[in-house]
């Protein structure tokens, strides 16, 4: 059974950092790209990055320079370094596994990331 | 950034009815749209990949149609886990977007 488990979110002010974690089983994590997904409070789902089979990387606008997504194939687990933070940031944040179709066919339950004062 | 574009907002229907739910892209993209249904506090679900694939374990009443700039999902009979939001997603072209989302709640 493919599992994707997020953790690392938290309160965080704004301008600090924080590094989002997802643990991944079930599945040959090297054979899938894997993405970041958010999803502000009551708001609809924004796609946040990417990462290729190949460590090709993709950023939304809105995280481009800030954020940088990476993958630890020995220990199954993607990230996302986030800096700079925002109050715009506070969401849900997803990690989602991308087949070759490019669509997100696998989901994690989700961390919520809190940037205020 | 391609802009999807969904309608309506919100559908209110009654279980066992049908619901047709449209999601129009800025510019072609092709069959490479996807749908996806969540419900409150819940992940997403993928439903139906490439306009009309349906992922595994979706039931056969969700359909998917369209290519292009329009598309298509039909929920044929409503059920009462059917109700939720339903979200259309790109793959066409980076970056990625979503629609803004269609809620179907119980009328």
């Known amino acids: 059974e493919v599992q994707l488990l997020e953790s690392g979110g938290g309160l965080v002010q704004p301008g600090g950092s924080l590094r989002l974690s997802c643990t991944a089983s079930?599945?040959?994590?090297?054979?899938?790209?894997l993405s970041w997904v958010r999803q502000a409070p009551g708001k609809g789902l924004e796609w946040v990055s990417t990462?290729?089979?190949?460590?090709?990387?993709y950023y939304a606008d809105s995280v481009k320079g800030r954020f940088t997504i990476s993958r630890d194939i020995s220990k199954g687990t993607l990230y996302l370094q986030m800096n700079s933070l925002r109050a715009d940031d506070t969401a849900i944040y997803y990690c989602?596994?991308?087949?070759?179709?490019?669509?997100?066919?696998?989901w994690g339950q989700g961390t919520l990331v809190t940037v205020s004062p | 950034e391609i802009v999807l574009t969904q309608s309506p907002a919100t559908l209110s229907l009654s279980p066992g009815e049908r619901a047709t739910l449209s999601c129009r892209a800025s510019?072609?993209?092709?069959?490479?749209l996807a749908w996806y249904q969540q419900k409150p506090g819940q992940a997403p679900r993928l439903l139906m990949s490439?306009?009309?694939n349906r992922a595994t374990g979706i039931p056969a009443r969700f359909s998917g149609s369209g290519s292009g700039t329009d598309f298509t999902l039909t929920i044929s009979s409503l059920e009462p886990e059917d109700f939720a939001v339903y979200y259309c997603?790109?793959?066409?072209?980076?970056?990625?977007?979503f629609g803004q989302g269609t809620t179907v709640g119980v009328k």
């Open positions: 510019q072609s993209v092709s069959s490479y």
């Open positions: 997603h790109q793959r066409s072209k980076w970056p990625w977007t």
């Open positions: 490439d306009a009309s």
């Open positions: 079930g599945f040959a994590f090297s054979n899938f790209a």
């Open positions: 989602a596994r991308n087949p070759v179709g490019g669509f997100f066919d696998s």
């Open positions: 990462i290729g089979t190949g460590d090709d990387t």
